[in-house]
Nanobody, 124 residues
Framework: QVQLAESGGGLAQAGGSLRLSCVVS????????LAWFRQAPGKDRHYVAT????????NYADSVKGRFTISRDNAKETMYLYMNNLKPEDSAAYYCAANVLRGPSTNPLDVEYWGGGTLVTVSS
């Protein structure tokens, strides 16, 4: 089993920044393929960014490219999402996700483990 716990959500103004954290336990962290997803009220869950366990290669949704940065600290067993130049449309519940057997997933149906989510609200 893999346990994931997000933190760092809150209220930000448009143009501001937030940093989300996801503490992971239960498996060898460095081998996990990780991702951030988000889900706005009444909408489907969409991927935001992924980071692989073996190479650290990252991938971003077009909507956040150039504004968000995903990273991981294997020593702290923590993944981060640095969000800059926030927009009201970034408001959503943000979830961290982990795969043990599958590669980094951009499809929520392929995610093996989920965190409970942290809410981000961006005011205009």
């Amino acid at each position: 089993q893999v346990q994931l716990a997000e933190s760092g959500g809150g209220l930000a103004q448009a143009g501001g920044s937030l940093r989300l954290s996801c503490v992971v336990s239960g498996r060898t962290f460095s081998l996990l393929n990780l991702a951030w997803f988000r889900q706005a009220p009444g909408k489907d869950r969409h991927y935001v960014a992924t980071i692989s366990g073996s190479s650290g290669i990252t991938n971003y949704a077009d909507s956040v490219k150039g504004r968000f940065t995903i990273s991981r600290d294997n020593a702290k067993e923590t993944m981060y999402l640095y969000m800059n130049n926030l927009k009201p449309e970034d408001s959503a519940a943000y979830y961290c996700a982990a795969n043990v057997l599958r590669g980094p997933s951009t499809n929520p149906l392929d995610v093996e483990y989920w965190g409970g989510g942290t809410l981000v609200t961006v005011s205009s």
